[in-house]
Protein backbone atom coordinates (compact mmCIF):
# COMPACT_ATOMS: atom_id res chain seq x y z
CA UNK A 1 0.00 0.00 0.00
CA UNK A 2 0.96 3.38 -0.75
CA UNK A 3 1.03 6.23 1.59
CA UNK A 4 -0.88 9.17 0.05
CA UNK A 5 1.47 12.37 -0.45
CA UNK A 6 -0.01 14.45 1.63
CA UNK A 7 0.87 12.27 4.97
CA UNK A 8 4.09 12.59 4.43
CA UNK A 9 4.15 16.00 3.56
CA UNK A 10 6.46 18.51 5.96
CA UNK A 11 4.64 21.15 7.64
CA UNK A 12 6.56 24.29 8.80
CA UNK A 13 5.96 25.73 12.56
CA UNK A 14 8.29 28.17 12.25
CA UNK A 15 11.57 29.66 11.29
CA UNK A 16 14.11 30.31 13.90
CA UNK A 17 17.65 30.52 15.01
CA UNK A 18 19.66 27.98 16.02
CA UNK A 19 23.01 26.51 16.02
CA UNK A 20 25.23 24.58 14.11
CA UNK A 21 26.30 21.02 15.53
CA UNK A 22 29.66 21.54 13.87
CA UNK A 23 31.03 25.09 14.71
CA UNK A 24 28.33 26.00 17.00
CA UNK A 25 27.78 29.08 15.73
CA UNK A 26 24.56 30.81 14.92
CA UNK A 27 22.43 29.07 11.85
CA UNK A 28 19.04 29.86 10.26
CA UNK A 29 16.54 26.79 11.27
CA UNK A 30 12.87 25.63 10.71
CA UNK A 31 11.20 23.75 12.72
CA UNK A 32 8.85 21.16 10.77
CA UNK A 33 6.35 18.62 11.48
CA UNK A 34 6.66 15.47 10.14
CA UNK A 35 5.57 12.08 10.10
CA UNK A 36 8.00 9.05 10.93
CA UNK A 37 7.52 5.41 11.89
CA UNK A 38 3.80 6.13 11.95
CA UNK A 39 3.84 9.31 14.41
CA UNK A 40 4.08 12.78 13.98
CA UNK A 41 7.11 14.51 14.94
CA UNK A 42 9.01 17.67 15.51
CA UNK A 43 12.44 18.31 14.17
CA UNK A 44 14.68 21.38 13.88
CA UNK A 45 16.57 21.21 10.39
CA UNK A 46 19.26 23.78 10.42
CA UNK A 47 22.02 25.27 7.64
CA UNK A 48 25.40 26.04 8.28
CA UNK A 49 27.04 28.51 5.81
CA UNK A 50 29.93 26.16 6.60
CA UNK A 51 29.34 22.92 6.98
CA UNK A 52 25.34 22.53 5.11
CA UNK A 53 22.44 20.92 6.21
CA UNK A 54 21.68 19.30 9.91
CA UNK A 55 18.57 17.95 11.52
CA UNK A 56 17.70 16.77 14.52
CA UNK A 57 14.31 15.31 16.00
CA UNK A 58 13.39 17.23 19.29
CA UNK A 59 10.34 16.42 20.05
CA UNK A 60 9.41 12.64 19.59
CA UNK A 61 6.00 12.78 19.58
CA UNK A 62 4.25 16.39 18.45
CA UNK A 63 1.37 16.15 21.23
CA UNK A 64 4.00 17.25 23.63
CA UNK A 65 5.59 20.14 21.53
CA UNK A 66 4.07 23.70 21.98
CA UNK A 67 4.46 26.03 19.13
CA UNK A 68 5.95 29.41 21.16
CA UNK A 69 7.60 32.10 18.57
CA UNK A 70 9.44 34.91 19.93
CA UNK A 71 11.07 38.28 18.34
CA UNK A 72 10.19 38.16 14.66
CA UNK A 73 14.20 39.04 14.45
CA UNK A 74 14.68 35.12 15.26
CA UNK A 75 13.20 34.21 11.94
CA UNK A 76 14.84 37.01 9.72
CA UNK A 77 17.72 35.33 8.80
CA UNK A 78 19.30 37.55 6.21
CA UNK A 79 18.19 34.34 3.16
CA UNK A 80 15.65 36.05 1.34
CA UNK A 81 12.20 35.89 1.20
CA UNK A 82 12.12 32.30 2.25
CA UNK A 83 13.09 33.31 5.75
CA UNK A 84 10.71 35.97 6.48
CA UNK A 85 9.11 36.30 10.13
CA UNK A 86 7.08 33.49 11.08
CA UNK A 87 5.22 34.93 13.94
CA UNK A 88 5.12 37.80 16.39
CA UNK A 89 4.75 38.46 20.23
CA UNK A 90 8.18 38.62 21.64
CA UNK A 91 8.46 39.79 25.37
CA UNK A 92 9.74 43.02 25.32
CA UNK A 93 13.70 43.48 26.02
CA UNK A 94 14.62 40.71 23.04
CA UNK A 95 17.76 40.93 21.44
CA UNK A 96 18.92 38.54 18.23
CA UNK A 97 22.11 36.37 18.02
CA UNK A 98 23.87 39.96 16.44
CA UNK A 99 23.56 42.09 19.51
CA UNK A 100 26.23 42.27 21.94
CA UNK A 101 26.54 40.36 24.74
CA UNK A 102 25.81 43.27 27.21
CA UNK A 103 22.61 44.42 25.39
CA UNK A 104 21.30 40.40 25.45
CA UNK A 105 22.33 40.01 28.66
CA UNK A 106 19.99 43.98 29.66
CA UNK A 107 17.62 42.14 27.83
CA UNK A 108 17.08 39.15 29.97
CA UNK A 109 17.34 41.25 32.96
CA UNK A 110 13.62 42.49 31.46
CA UNK A 111 12.38 38.98 31.32
CA UNK A 112 10.58 37.40 34.68
CA UNK A 113 13.22 35.50 36.59
CA UNK A 114 11.56 32.25 38.27
CA UNK A 115 14.39 30.69 39.78
CA UNK A 116 18.51 32.07 39.61
CA UNK A 117 20.63 29.92 40.33
CA UNK A 118 24.09 31.04 42.20
CA UNK A 119 27.60 29.26 42.15
CA UNK A 120 28.94 29.52 45.92
CA UNK A 121 31.97 27.29 45.45
CA UNK A 122 33.65 26.16 41.55
CA UNK A 123 35.03 23.03 43.29
CA UNK A 124 34.09 20.07 43.70
CA UNK A 125 34.34 16.69 45.60
CA UNK A 126 33.30 14.30 42.79
CA UNK A 127 34.52 13.51 39.74
CA UNK A 128 31.39 13.05 37.44
CA UNK A 129 31.83 12.72 33.70
CA UNK A 130 28.69 14.65 33.21
CA UNK A 131 28.89 18.01 35.27
CA UNK A 132 27.40 20.21 33.03
CA UNK A 133 29.10 23.30 34.70
CA UNK A 134 32.73 21.30 34.32
CA UNK A 135 34.01 22.13 38.14
CA UNK A 136 37.44 21.12 38.98
CA UNK A 137 37.79 17.52 39.80
CA UNK A 138 38.03 16.74 43.51
CA UNK A 139 39.03 18.78 46.41
CA UNK A 140 41.67 16.53 47.57
CA UNK A 141 44.55 17.91 45.96
CA UNK A 142 43.26 21.46 45.05
CA UNK A 143 42.73 24.24 47.32
CA UNK A 144 39.12 25.03 47.45
CA UNK A 145 37.78 27.52 44.98
CA UNK A 146 34.93 29.69 46.38
CA UNK A 147 33.25 32.78 46.71
CA UNK A 148 33.38 35.25 50.00
CA UNK A 149 29.95 36.29 51.50
CA UNK A 150 30.20 39.89 50.64
CA UNK A 151 30.80 38.56 46.83
CA UNK A 152 27.62 36.33 47.27
CA UNK A 153 25.76 38.33 49.30
CA UNK A 154 25.87 41.64 46.73
CA UNK A 155 25.23 39.84 43.38
CA UNK A 156 22.03 37.86 44.92
CA UNK A 157 20.75 42.04 46.43
CA UNK A 158 21.89 43.11 42.76
CA UNK A 159 18.90 40.79 41.24
CA UNK A 160 16.50 41.94 44.32
CA UNK A 161 17.48 45.49 43.34
CA UNK A 162 16.57 44.82 39.71
CA UNK A 163 13.37 42.22 40.22
CA UNK A 164 12.15 43.02 43.68
CA UNK A 165 12.22 39.62 44.69
CA UNK A 166 13.38 36.28 43.79
CA UNK A 167 10.65 33.07 44.04
CA UNK A 168 13.40 30.52 44.00
CA UNK A 169 17.03 30.95 44.31
CA UNK A 170 19.31 27.74 43.99
CA UNK A 171 22.98 27.20 45.74
CA UNK A 172 24.69 25.60 43.29
CA UNK A 173 28.37 25.21 42.31
CA UNK A 174 30.50 23.02 42.03
CA UNK A 175 29.46 21.65 45.41
CA UNK A 176 27.77 23.97 47.33
CA UNK A 177 27.55 22.59 50.95
CA UNK A 178 31.83 22.31 50.76
CA UNK A 179 31.99 26.55 51.14
CA UNK A 180 33.52 27.60 55.12
CA UNK A 181 30.44 29.81 55.29
CA UNK A 182 27.74 27.77 53.62
CA UNK A 183 25.63 27.83 56.73
CA UNK A 184 26.22 31.56 57.43
CA UNK A 185 24.89 32.12 53.55
CA UNK A 186 21.68 29.81 53.90
CA UNK A 187 20.77 31.85 56.92
CA UNK A 188 21.17 35.17 55.21
CA UNK A 189 18.91 33.89 52.45
CA UNK A 190 16.34 32.54 54.27
CA UNK A 191 16.58 35.85 56.66
CA UNK A 192 15.70 37.76 53.57
CA UNK A 193 11.82 38.21 52.91
CA UNK A 194 12.59 39.17 49.46
CA UNK A 195 13.24 35.22 48.91
CA UNK A 196 10.68 32.96 48.68
CA UNK A 197 12.56 29.51 48.28
CA UNK A 198 16.23 28.28 48.71
CA UNK A 199 17.18 25.22 46.52
CA UNK A 200 20.87 23.81 47.54
CA UNK A 201 22.00 21.96 44.40
CA UNK A 202 24.17 18.82 46.02
CA UNK A 203 25.76 15.56 44.61
CA UNK A 204 24.46 14.34 48.76
CA UNK A 205 27.89 13.30 50.24
CA UNK A 206 27.68 15.81 53.31
CA UNK A 207 24.07 14.88 53.75
CA UNK A 208 25.10 11.24 53.71
CA UNK A 209 28.51 11.00 56.21
CA UNK A 210 28.65 14.29 58.03
CA UNK A 211 26.12 13.94 61.04
CA UNK A 212 26.67 16.91 62.44
CA UNK A 213 26.23 18.81 58.99
CA UNK A 214 22.67 16.70 58.65
CA UNK A 215 21.94 18.58 62.20
CA UNK A 216 22.60 21.82 61.66
CA UNK A 217 20.91 21.86 57.95
CA UNK A 218 17.54 19.93 60.09
CA UNK A 219 17.72 22.90 63.07
CA UNK A 220 18.05 25.25 60.37
CA UNK A 221 15.25 24.16 58.26
CA UNK A 222 12.99 23.92 61.49
CA UNK A 223 13.80 27.29 61.99
CA UNK A 224 13.32 28.70 58.69
CA UNK A 225 11.44 26.26 56.58
CA UNK A 226 11.25 26.92 52.93
CA UNK A 227 14.56 25.15 52.21
CA UNK A 228 14.55 22.43 49.81
CA UNK A 229 17.63 20.12 48.61
CA UNK A 230 17.73 19.28 45.09
CA UNK A 231 19.94 15.72 45.10
CA UNK A 232 21.49 14.24 42.21
CA UNK A 233 19.53 10.83 41.93
CA UNK A 234 19.67 8.78 39.01
CA UNK A 235 17.19 6.19 39.79
CA UNK A 236 17.25 2.98 42.22
CA UNK A 237 19.07 0.82 39.18
CA UNK A 238 22.85 0.07 38.57
CA UNK A 239 22.60 0.57 35.39
CA UNK A 240 24.00 3.69 34.13
CA UNK A 241 25.45 5.27 37.29
CA UNK A 242 29.07 4.75 36.42
CA UNK A 243 28.43 5.64 32.81
CA UNK A 244 27.06 9.35 34.40
CA UNK A 245 28.80 9.97 37.90
CA UNK A 246 32.15 7.76 37.67
CA UNK A 247 31.01 5.80 40.36
CA UNK A 248 28.38 4.14 41.78
CA UNK A 249 26.70 6.17 44.46
CA UNK A 250 23.49 5.03 45.28
CA UNK A 251 24.18 3.94 48.95
CA UNK A 252 25.40 8.08 49.26
CA UNK A 253 22.35 8.69 47.57
CA UNK A 254 20.06 6.61 49.47
CA UNK A 255 21.73 8.11 52.70
CA UNK A 256 21.42 11.39 52.31
CA UNK A 257 17.90 10.68 51.41
CA UNK A 258 16.97 8.97 55.02
CA UNK A 259 18.77 11.79 57.07
CA UNK A 260 17.53 14.42 55.64
CA UNK A 261 13.98 12.23 56.27
CA UNK A 262 14.99 12.10 59.61
CA UNK A 263 15.76 15.61 60.15
CA UNK A 264 12.79 16.66 58.22
CA UNK A 265 14.20 18.38 55.24
CA UNK A 266 12.45 18.13 52.16
CA UNK A 267 13.85 17.05 48.79
CA UNK A 268 13.68 17.07 45.03
CA UNK A 269 15.04 14.25 43.43
CA UNK A 270 17.39 15.14 40.15
CA UNK A 271 17.39 12.66 37.79
CA UNK A 272 19.92 12.79 34.69
CA UNK A 273 18.10 11.28 32.04
CA UNK A 274 20.28 9.32 28.97
CA UNK A 275 19.73 6.37 26.47
CA UNK A 276 20.64 3.96 29.90
CA UNK A 277 18.52 5.97 32.80
CA UNK A 278 15.61 6.95 30.73
CA UNK A 279 14.20 2.69 30.87
CA UNK A 280 14.16 3.28 34.65
CA UNK A 281 12.17 6.36 35.00
CA UNK A 282 8.90 4.52 36.54
CA UNK A 283 11.37 2.54 39.09
CA UNK A 284 12.69 6.09 39.98
CA UNK A 285 9.23 7.38 40.98
CA UNK A 286 7.70 4.34 42.60
CA UNK A 287 11.34 4.50 44.83
CA UNK A 288 11.15 8.55 45.48
CA UNK A 289 7.17 7.83 46.66
CA UNK A 290 8.26 5.76 49.30
CA UNK A 291 9.84 8.62 51.46
CA UNK A 292 7.60 11.30 52.63
CA UNK A 293 10.03 14.32 52.52
CA UNK A 294 10.79 13.36 48.75
CA UNK A 295 8.43 16.22 47.33
CA UNK A 296 9.09 14.66 43.61
CA UNK A 297 11.37 14.23 40.88
CA UNK A 298 13.38 16.71 37.95
CA UNK A 299 13.88 14.50 34.92
CA UNK A 300 16.67 16.67 32.90
CA UNK A 301 17.85 15.00 29.19
CA UNK A 302 21.67 15.19 29.23
CA UNK A 303 22.76 17.89 27.25
CA UNK A 304 26.08 18.93 26.13
CA UNK A 305 27.63 21.23 28.17
CA UNK A 306 31.04 20.78 30.78
CA UNK A 307 32.28 17.89 30.69
CA UNK A 308 30.08 16.13 28.47
CA UNK A 309 31.27 17.56 25.05
CA UNK A 310 34.38 16.82 26.02
CA UNK A 311 33.40 13.08 26.81
CA UNK A 312 30.90 12.29 23.87
CA UNK A 313 31.25 14.52 21.25
CA UNK A 314 31.59 12.83 17.96
CA UNK A 315 30.68 13.86 14.39
CA UNK A 316 27.78 12.06 14.07
CA UNK A 317 26.28 13.25 17.51
CA UNK A 318 23.09 11.35 19.41
CA UNK A 319 19.48 12.18 18.58
CA UNK A 320 18.55 13.87 22.28
CA UNK A 321 16.22 13.02 24.49
CA UNK A 322 13.26 14.78 24.47
CA UNK A 323 10.10 15.76 26.95
CA UNK A 324 7.89 13.27 24.73
CA UNK A 325 10.60 10.79 25.60
CA UNK A 326 9.85 10.90 29.20
CA UNK A 327 6.29 11.79 29.05
CA UNK A 328 5.91 8.51 26.67
CA UNK A 329 8.77 6.39 28.94
CA UNK A 330 6.80 7.14 32.62
CA UNK A 331 3.39 6.37 30.50
CA UNK A 332 4.97 2.74 28.97
CA UNK A 333 6.92 1.54 31.70
CA UNK A 334 4.24 2.61 34.49
CA UNK A 335 1.50 0.26 32.19
CA UNK A 336 -0.34 3.56 32.14
CA UNK A 337 -0.57 4.61 35.65
CA UNK A 338 0.89 7.91 34.63
CA UNK A 339 -1.44 9.39 32.09
CA UNK A 340 -0.63 11.29 29.09
CA UNK A 341 -2.71 13.74 30.14
CA UNK A 342 -0.82 14.49 33.51
CA UNK A 343 1.25 16.87 32.00
CA UNK A 344 1.58 20.60 30.92
CA UNK A 345 3.80 23.32 29.91
CA UNK A 346 4.23 25.73 32.58
CA UNK A 347 3.31 29.07 31.76
CA UNK A 348 6.20 31.48 32.95
CA UNK A 349 8.95 31.03 30.17
CA UNK A 350 9.03 29.08 27.33
CA UNK A 351 6.10 26.20 27.27
CA UNK A 352 8.94 24.06 26.04
CA UNK A 353 11.30 24.76 28.81
CA UNK A 354 9.21 22.65 31.60
CA UNK A 355 6.98 20.06 31.88
CA UNK A 356 5.11 19.49 35.10
CA UNK A 357 3.17 16.92 36.29
CA UNK A 358 1.35 15.43 39.27
CA UNK A 359 1.01 12.37 41.28
CA UNK A 360 -1.07 12.30 44.68
CA UNK A 361 -0.14 9.62 46.88
CA UNK A 362 -2.79 8.45 49.39
CA UNK A 363 -1.32 5.74 52.59
CA UNK A 364 0.84 3.33 50.61
CA UNK A 365 -0.59 4.09 47.33
CA UNK A 366 0.01 7.04 44.60
CA UNK A 367 -2.04 7.67 41.68
CA UNK A 368 -2.65 9.65 38.88
CA UNK A 369 -5.15 13.52 38.93
CA UNK A 370 -6.60 12.10 35.95
CA UNK A 371 -7.76 8.52 37.81
CA UNK A 372 -10.07 11.12 39.83
CA UNK A 373 -10.97 13.46 37.01
CA UNK A 374 -8.61 16.20 37.80
CA UNK A 375 -8.19 18.17 34.61
CA UNK A 376 -3.79 19.18 34.79
CA UNK A 377 -4.18 21.16 31.93
CA UNK A 378 -7.14 23.48 32.89
CA UNK A 379 -6.21 23.66 36.44
CA UNK A 380 -2.67 24.81 35.02
CA UNK A 381 -4.49 27.67 33.62
CA UNK A 382 -5.39 28.77 37.25
CA UNK A 383 -2.08 28.50 38.78
CA UNK A 384 0.17 31.44 39.26
CA UNK A 385 2.84 31.87 37.22
CA UNK A 386 5.14 30.10 39.18
CA UNK A 387 7.32 26.89 39.55
CA UNK A 388 7.19 26.21 42.92
CA UNK A 389 3.46 25.44 43.50
CA UNK A 390 2.40 24.88 46.98
CA UNK A 391 -0.67 23.38 48.31
CA UNK A 392 -2.04 26.43 49.03
CA UNK A 393 -2.08 27.57 45.31
CA UNK A 394 -3.79 23.70 44.45
CA UNK A 395 -6.07 24.75 47.65
CA UNK A 396 -7.29 28.35 46.04
CA UNK A 397 -7.02 27.83 42.75
CA UNK A 398 -10.60 28.37 41.72
CA UNK A 399 -11.20 25.12 42.04
CA UNK A 400 -13.69 24.77 44.83
CA UNK A 401 -16.14 22.85 43.11
CA UNK A 402 -14.32 20.76 41.23
CA UNK A 403 -12.57 16.92 41.70
CA UNK A 404 -9.63 18.45 42.86
CA UNK A 405 -11.10 20.85 45.39
CA UNK A 406 -12.87 18.06 47.19
CA UNK A 407 -10.34 15.66 46.75
CA UNK A 408 -8.21 18.52 48.88
CA UNK A 409 -10.85 18.38 51.43
CA UNK A 410 -11.25 15.02 51.73
CA UNK A 411 -8.09 14.17 52.34
CA UNK A 412 -6.93 16.93 54.54
CA UNK A 413 -3.89 16.90 51.91
CA UNK A 414 -0.64 17.74 53.24
CA UNK A 415 2.11 19.38 51.52
CA UNK A 416 3.83 15.62 51.42
CA UNK A 417 0.77 14.15 49.33
CA UNK A 418 1.22 15.87 46.15
CA UNK A 419 4.55 14.49 44.06
CA UNK A 420 5.70 16.74 41.40
CA UNK A 421 6.89 14.52 37.92
CA UNK A 422 9.16 17.79 36.65
CA UNK A 423 10.80 18.12 33.07
CA UNK A 424 13.33 20.56 32.11
CA UNK A 425 15.52 20.02 28.88
CA UNK A 426 17.82 22.61 28.51
CA UNK A 427 19.52 23.46 25.37
CA UNK A 428 22.99 22.50 23.33
CA UNK A 429 23.73 23.09 19.87
CA UNK A 430 21.06 19.91 18.08
CA UNK A 431 18.30 21.74 19.94
CA UNK A 432 18.84 25.55 20.66
CA UNK A 433 16.05 27.91 19.65
CA UNK A 434 16.92 31.50 20.06
CA UNK A 435 12.67 31.90 21.22
CA UNK A 436 13.70 29.88 23.94
CA UNK A 437 16.06 32.48 25.55
CA UNK A 438 13.43 35.27 24.55
CA UNK A 439 11.59 33.66 27.17
CA UNK A 440 13.66 32.31 29.19
CA UNK A 441 13.17 32.44 33.35
CA UNK A 442 16.09 29.93 34.43
CA UNK A 443 18.84 32.13 34.79
CA UNK A 444 22.27 32.42 36.27
CA UNK A 445 23.80 34.97 38.50
CA UNK A 446 26.86 35.41 36.61
CA UNK A 447 30.43 36.23 38.95
CA UNK A 448 30.10 39.58 37.50
CA UNK A 449 26.55 39.77 39.32
CA UNK A 450 24.79 40.14 35.99
CA UNK A 451 21.97 38.05 34.83
CA UNK A 452 22.41 35.37 31.91
CA UNK A 453 19.79 32.62 30.49
CA UNK A 454 21.21 29.19 31.76
CA UNK A 455 21.11 27.60 28.56
CA UNK A 456 23.34 30.09 26.89
CA UNK A 457 25.70 30.94 30.32
CA UNK A 458 26.76 26.71 30.53
CA UNK A 459 26.42 25.98 26.32
CA UNK A 460 28.66 29.51 26.08
CA UNK A 461 31.32 27.47 28.74
CA UNK A 462 32.13 25.15 26.06
CA UNK A 463 34.62 26.63 23.00
CA UNK A 464 32.81 27.10 19.81
CA UNK A 465 35.35 25.63 16.46
CA UNK A 466 36.24 27.51 14.40
CA UNK A 467 34.45 27.99 10.78
CA UNK A 468 35.13 28.26 7.32
Not at 193 to 209: C, Q, S
Not at 231 to 248: H, I, M, N, S, T
Request: with cysteine.
Amino acid sequence: MVTPPFLNAEVVLKRTMSRCPICRKPAPAQVLKVLQEGREKILMRRNCPCHGEHEFVISSDARFYWLAQGDPKNSSCGCGPTCSPAGSGGKEGYLGDNASNEAKHGAIEKLSTCLALIEIVDSCNLKCPTCFADSPLGVSNLKLKYYSVENIIQRIQGVLDLKGRIEILQFSGGEPTLHPDFFLLTELVRSNPAIDYLLINTNGVRFAKDEAFIQQMGSLFRKHSNIQIYLQFDGPQEAGQVELRGADLREIRMMAIRNCERVGIPITLAMTVNQITQNHLWETVTEGVKYNNVRGISFQPIFLSGRVPNLNRAEVLPSPITTADIILGLHDQSGGQVALDDFTPLPCGDPNCATIGWRFRIGEKHFSPSAVGIDIPKLQANLPDRVNYRIEDLKHCGCDNTALGDLMKSLEVKESNAFRLFIKPFMDERTWDEDRIDRCCTHVIRPDGKLDSFCRYYYGSVTESSCC
